[in-house]
């Protein structure tokens, strides 16, 4: 009886799910709006540190008025931003430190996890199983080629999604905390079959698993790729959905996929903050912000909106449904770029274009007066015309010279001269006239430098001037 009421509860809310995302522009901020008065009113009622930090903002208050808050804020003063009294951070770096407890709820009701400190110290992260459960809703509602229906439900009954996680080793970082506590009720939906990208079996455990839908980094993806090329991973006919997580996928990569696996590729941009901030645009590239549920602001170096089709230098991400740890215009330093609306897949909900990657990803000139930043966008955009392309990376260890590394498609033909060719243009066209040394390296294969960590595009030892 109980396996039955999960299932029921877990159907009601991916139905709710489903109905809310058809919701118009107007009803969408209606909603977002009350949700943000909740949070703000709930994180000034519980919080020492939320409660002096917004101090200065009334009962009636628009986002902007609200201010912004960054990680090393939240990690400094850590016990009194949270809105509950019995979870401390001494105790959590210490449950941290227990791999036994990895796929155990904190004093039994808490799920943690912690960032990976890429950009400096890792931040803890409190949430509830329900917050889990929202991830689970809006990922089948919002992020599944094929429409949730009662008769799509009924099929599922019988035929469960076979879905392949495929991550780093198994730790405390928040995607693969999730899978731990895949809620109760998916399961009556779904077998889930969590892989390492570095086991050595990889290939064979995917043969027999034989995923409907698939969930990886785009490093795995090009590596599974290749297996496919080479006839050694066999899962046409079967596999329905990709979702690229994480890393960015470029656009020859993608169409090559989809034709290589038969299946539709889809991104997803989240971060540990807010794990369910998007689902992938069923109509192609790019990710729909579940706005109901979470407010990502795209603004520029002083924090002011950027329009659609402008990268901007960082973005602000509140998070509507935890009041555990809130997250209010909590900064991010990625650099994105939003779409014009409306989407012509017909949805209402904000649609990332493209992540362009971190704002502290740099690139430096030489020049007389010193070194001075480039944007590691403007090569991106030169590399990124060329078709052949399935990877790249930007290497850089001096000022003013750049070491490009390509790897072409299977079947495809690249020649070093073509990609400077391609990047200078680029460059050319967007104004940066300094010498520069650009060396091309054409590479049968680009992967994490370790084969357990993520793909670096951008490496760059240069150390910024004082």
């Not at 455990?205 to 790729?225: D, M």
Request: proline share 6%; glycine share 6%.
């Amino acid at each position: 009886m109980i396996d039955l009421v999960d299932t029921v509860r877990y159907t009601t809310q991916m139905l709710t799910e489903q109905w809310a995302s058809g919701r118009d522009p107007e009803a969408l901020a209606e909603v977002q709006a009350k949700r943000l008065r909740e949070l703000v009113a709930a994180a000034r009622d519980r919080s020492a540190f939320w409660r002096e930090h917004l101090g200065s903002v009334g009962e009636e208050f628009s986002l902007a008025d609200l201010p912004t808050t960054n990680k090393a804020q939240l990690m400094e003063r850590f016990d009194e931003t949270l809105t509950v009294d019995d979870v401390r951070r001494e105790a959590l770096e210490e449950f941290f430190q227990q791999p036994d407890n990895l796929g155990q709820l904190y004093l039994d009701k808490y799920v943690v996890s912690h960032t990976s400190g890429s950009t400096g110290q890792p931040l803890f992260l409190v949430q509830l199983p329900e917050h889990v459960r929202l991830l689970f809703a809006l990922q089948a509602a919002r992020g599944h080629v094929s429409e949730l229906s009662l008769s799509e439900i009924a099929t599922r009954l019988t035929e469960n999604v076979r879905l392949a996680v495929i991550t780093l080793q198994r730790g405390f970082y928040p995607s693969s905390v999730a899978f731990d506590f895949m809620p109760r009720g998916a399961d009556t939906f779904i077998d889930v079959l969590r892989v390492s990208s570095t086991d050595d079996d990889l290939i064979a455990q995917l043969n027999e698993f034989k995923p409907t839908h698939l969930t990886a980094y785009a490093s795995t993806l090009h590596q599974l790729a290749r297996s496919a090329e080479q006839g050694e991973l066999k899962l046409n006919g079967e596999l329905q959905q990709i979702t690229n997580i994480s890393e960015r996928l470029s656009g020859a990569a993608r169409k090559h996929y989809v034709k290589l696996f038969g299946a539709k590729v889809l991104d997803d941009y989240a971060m540990g903050e807010c794990l369910f901030l998007s689902n992938g645009c069923l109509d192609g590239a790019g990710m729909h912000v579940n706005a109901d549920w979470a407010i990502l602001e795209n603004v520029d170096e002083s924090g002011q909106p950027v329009p659609p089709g402008t990268p901007g230098a960082k973005v602000l991400l509140t998070n509507l449904a935890n009041h555990v740890q809130p997250f209010i215009r909590y900064e991010i330093t990625d650099r994105l770029v939003m779409a014009d609306p409306p989407c012509d897949c017909g949805s209402a909900f904000p649609k990332i274009a493209r992540v362009e990657g971190r704002a502290t990803d740099q690139l430096w000139l030489a020049t007389p007066e010193g070194p001075q930043p480039l944007s590691p966008l403007l090569l991106h955009m030169g590399i990124e015309q060329l078709v052949e392309v399935r990877e790249y990376q930007l290497v850089q260890h001096e000022p003013g010279e750049i070491l490009i590394r390509v790897e072409p498609l299977h079947g495809g033909q690249l020649e070093a001269g073509e990609v400077e060719a391609a990047v200078r243009k680029n460059l050319t066209e967007h104004g940066v006239d300094e010498p520069l040394t650009l060396k091309v390296e054409v590479v049968d294969k680009l992967m994490p430098e370790d084969g357990k960590s993520k793909f670096k595009r951008v490496v760059c030892t240069v150390k910024p001037p004082q």
